[in-house]
């Protein structure tokens, strides 16, 4: 245990989300070129502290729907907290940035990203416990290999500077966090990076993880938007978009059944809409429902099923080159 010092820190993490709101929700209307960003500020109910900014996008050239939220809320802990944090303590902070993307075009993927910051405290104000956590994955519904190396090199190049095995270990709980485990262990998507509970040892170690936050902040709009240019004016039928629908209800199933933070929120009575907003507008559950084998649909399906180490996945020169130039325009 040791004394609070971590207000200005605290500060500075609330400083940084909002401006990677701004940023991300700029670069996103600019890329969308129709659609703006509705901003929508709240305050937390029944006498609980903070409150937060929800943003969301819809009807657009490119996104469907979207939404890219911030948080700072704080509070008592109550007997359900606790048995959800699995620790004793008796006031928390938490503050965080939260995004969901569902495009139009089904070529064009889904996208997640979270990345946050909790304190907990005793009754005279100590900091007990404190981590960050977060991450941000890739749900296609078409499979293009050279689309999800680029996604997972530009997250690598990230994190590489503050350990070059911690991609690994991170892409790997990734894998195994975002799993349909009643669809027989099939993912949501082909992944990304994921990490929780990453504990400062002392204020040194705090800002290294705080520089660490911030570099995979940085690189979600380089790891995404080359994808979506590159694909949003491919060409598609209304069978894709059917298929769009089945993976869409995949989506929903993990954050309505297995999702922690969804979970946490709503039975820590958080506000349902912001934490909905990760929700699909459009999605479709039919009886045993399965792709042709050996389909397009199919390959992406079992790109699920059995996650790939993709920075090993072999393409072409031609891709490799085709690629090498997107990722210099963001």
């Given at each position: 245990?040791?004394?609070?010092?971590?207000?200005?820190?605290?500060?500075?993490?609330?400083?940084?989300?909002?401006?990677?709101?701004?940023?991300?929700?700029?670069?996103?209307e600019s890329a969308d070129g129709k659609a703006a960003f509705r901003q929508d500020e709240w305050q937390r109910l029944e006498g609980k502290g903070g409150g937060g900014f929800t943003r969301v996008i819809a009807n657009g050239n490119v996104l469907e729907k979207g939404g890219v939220n911030t948080s700072v809320v704080y509070g008592k802990v109550t007997e359900k907290m606790?048995?959800?944090?699995?620790?004793?303590?008796?006031?928390?902070?938490?503050?965080?940035?939260?995004?969901?993307?569902?495009?139009?075009?089904?070529?064009?993927?889904?996208?997640?990203?979270?990345w946050r910051y909790f304190e907990l405290y005793d009754e005279n104000d100590n900091v007990v416990d404190r981590w960050f956590g977060g991450g941000t994955d890739l749900t296609p519904y078409y499979l293009f290999e050279e689309d999800v190396i680029h996604f997972h090199r530009t997250l690598k190049n990230a994190i590489d500077p503050f350990g070059e095995d911690l991609y690994k270990e991170y892409k790997n709980t990734c894998d195994d966090y975002f799993v349909n485990k009643h669809r027989n262990n099939e993912r949501r998507g082909v992944g990304g990076v994921f990490y929780e509970h990453l504990r400062p040892v002392d204020e040194a170690d705090a800002e290294r993880l705080f520089s660490f936050q911030e570099a995979n902040g940085n690189a979600f709009l380089p790891a995404y938007l080359p994808i979506v240019e590159k694909r949003r004016n491919t060409n598609y039928t209304e069978e894709q978009i059917i298929w769009q629908e089945f993976r869409r209800g995949r989506y929903v199933e993990f954050n309505l059944i297995h999702d922690r933070g969804t979970?946490?929120?709503?039975?820590?009575?958080?506000?349902?809409?912001?934490?909905?907003?990760?929700?699909?507008?459009?999605?479709?559950?039919?009886?045993?429902?399965?792709?042709?084998?050996?389909?397009?649909?199919?390959k992406l399906l079992q790109a699920c099923l059995n996650p790939r180490d993709w920075l090993n996945v072999n393409i072409s020169e031609e891709e490799r080159n085709a690629w090498a130039g997107k990722s210099n325009t963001c």
């Open positions: 245990m040791y004394k609070t010092t971590t207000r200005d820190f605290r500060q500075r993490w609330i400083d940084h989300i909002h401006q990677l709101q701004d940023n991300i929700c700029a670069a996103l606790r048995g959800l944090l699995g620790q004793d303590a008796a006031k928390w902070f938490a503050a965080g940035l939260s995004l969901v993307l569902h495009p139009i075009n089904p070529y064009v993927p889904t996208v997640h990203a979270n979970i946490f929120g709503l039975k820590t009575n958080g506000r349902t809409e912001s934490i909905l907003m990760s929700l699909p507008p459009r999605a479709r559950w039919e009886y045993d429902q399965h792709p042709e084998p050996g389909s397009e649909e199919d």
